[in-house]
């Protein structure tokens, strides 16, 4: 590619997603203990804590919820709460039309007052200051753009795409892998990779590419990304790949595309992270991923990502490592951290 590619997460590092999330954690675990008459409490989450970064992390309520669900209902409670996200979302992000023709359809897991609770109580979840404007500015400059994010913000990227906010400065959307199961994406990484370089050098297989995503046989996904990857290894002597995000997972797909790489030896694959802690998880938390920087202001990012995209560094020296080619600059003794 001519330029590096930069990847962001979504929720949390673009977006401001925290007090949604809490909402639709505490309303779908109510929806999916009233459809399977589960017993227990679910209790009211301290909101203002959670949003200064001192409470649990939004994530932990998620499997709070659900390990109480699934000790009493088993698989039949990750089947109903996974509907009920999406039947939740669904809703959330539907027109008026669709809205009224789902209240009366009967095919929504939803009541109708839980609907109006939606609908009424939903809170915003805007961009971080700055963050739309890097984004567009980046895309203006050339410069390959990709959000990675996980399954469940599928319905909010897909509200960003429809109100004109994402699209078309993004390019590349991708919410995982069939290849990567269990784990965080390594492979969804790699088709964000694989996708960048078809859009400039070949346009057919970035439809190939896409058409693989939605196959169920995992193989034949992973064959289409493996074959994609040979090609940059041959005719490329460098790929550049920054990933951005405010969660452990995020730096986990960069370490685990890392592993994936080291069989394609010709080319150079520098992948680096830089981590938010304004987000969703703890500077503590990111520190134990050794992230190639952390900032803890989406100012401090917009700047940092801008000057990574045109110079390969961050602004403070300690940013500055050695290339490390098919290998994590970690390893390297002289590698330190950035921290703003």
């Not at 960048?196 to 050098?201: G, T, V, Y």
């Not at 100012?299 to 940013?319: P, Q, R």
């Amino acid at each position: 590619m001519n330029k590096p590619l930069i990847i962001f997460d979504f929720d949390g590092t673009l977006r401001d997603g925290l007090n949604e999330k809490v909402f639709a954690f505490q309303t779908v675990a109510e929806i999916t203990w009233r459809l399977l008459k589960i017993k227990g409490e679910i209790r009211e989450y301290d909101k203002p804590a959670m949003q200064e970064r001192a409470g649990r992390p939004v994530g932990e309520i998620g499997k709070e919820y659900w390990h109480k669900g699934f000790e009493q209902k088993g698989n039949l409670f990750t089947e109903t709460y996974n509907k009920v996200w999406g039947d939740l979302y669904g809703y959330y992000r539907a027109d008026e039309k669709e809205k009224t023709r789902l209240a009366t359809s009967g095919k929504t897991s939803l009541t109708q007052e839980e609907m109006r609770h939606i609908s009424t109580n939903m809170p915003p979840a805007p961009w971080f200051e700055g963050t739309q404007k890097l984004v567009e500015d980046l895309y203006k400059e050339d410069f390959p753009v990709g959000i990675l994010s996980n399954t469940s913000t599928v319905a909010s990227l897909e509200g960003e795409v429809d109100s004109g906010n994402i699209l078309p400065f993004v390019p590349i959307v991708h919410t995982g892998s069939p290849v990567d199961t269990g784990k965080p994406h390594g492979y969804a990484l790699l088709h964000c990779i694989a996708a960048a370089w078809s859009q400039e050098k070949a346009p057919e297989l970035l439809e190939t590419l896409n058409q693989s995503v939605g196959n169920k046989d995992s193989k034949t996904h992973k064959e289409t990304i493996d074959k994609i990857l040979n090609l940059i290894n041959k005719s490329e002597k460098e790929i550049r790949v920054l990933v951005v995000g405010d969660g452990a997972p995020d730096m986990e797909v960069a370490q685990n595309a890392r592993e994936a790489l080291k069989s394609f030896t010709n080319a150079t694959w520098n992948i680096e992270t830089l981590a938010v802690t304004f987000g969703f998880q703890t500077r503590k938390a990111l520190e134990k991923h050794e992230p190639t920087g952390i900032v803890g202001r989406p100012e401090d990012m917009n700047k940092e990502v801008l000057k990574w995209a045109k110079t390969g560094a961050f602004s403070l020296a300690s940013a500055q490592q050695p290339k490390q080619p098919n290998g994590s600059p970690q390893n390297d003794p002289t590698y330190k951290k950035c921290s703003l």
